[in-house]
Nanobody
Framework: QVQLVESGGGSVQAGGSLRLSCAAS????????MGWFRQAPGKEREFVGS????????AYADSVKGRFTISRDNVKNTVYLQMNSLKPEDTGVYYC???????????????WGQGTQVTVFS
């Protein structure tokens, strides 16, 4: 079992930056693939990025490539999402997810956090 708690959301002007954190508890965090999803109002949840247990491989949705960076610290049991050059269309609830097997952009997520709101205004 992995429990996930996100933090770091907020409101930011377009062009600005935010860093989301996801703190994980559970004995096997370092063995899990971690990722981020988001859900905009009235839309389905969509994949944002994922990272392997070692941090050696990452995958991103085309809409965030070059702007967002996912990283992890297995000592602190935390995964991060650095978001730069934010756009109003990045607005939504951001969820942290974990699963056992790396699927790149096809991540499904077996464990989920409660989400943190990100609002980007123009």
């Amino acid at each position: 079992q992995v429990q996930l708690v996100e933090s770091g959301g907020g409101s930011v002007q377009a062009g600005g930056s935010l860093r989301l954190s996801c703190a994980a508890s559970g004995r096997s965090f370092s063995r899990h693939v971690m990722g981020w999803f988001r859900q905009a109002p009235g839309k389905e949840r969509e994949f944002v990025g994922s990272i392997t247990w070692s941090g050696g491989s990452t995958a991103y949705a085309d809409s965030v490539k070059g702007r967002f960076t996912i990283s992890r610290d297995n000592v602190k049991n935390t995964v991060y999402l650095q978001m730069n050059s934010l756009k109003p269309e990045d607005t939504g609830v951001y969820y942290c997810a974990a699963e056992m097997y790396y699927r790149g952009v096809d991540m499904r997520g077996d464990y989920w956090g409660q989400g943190t709101q990100v609002t980007v205004f123009s």
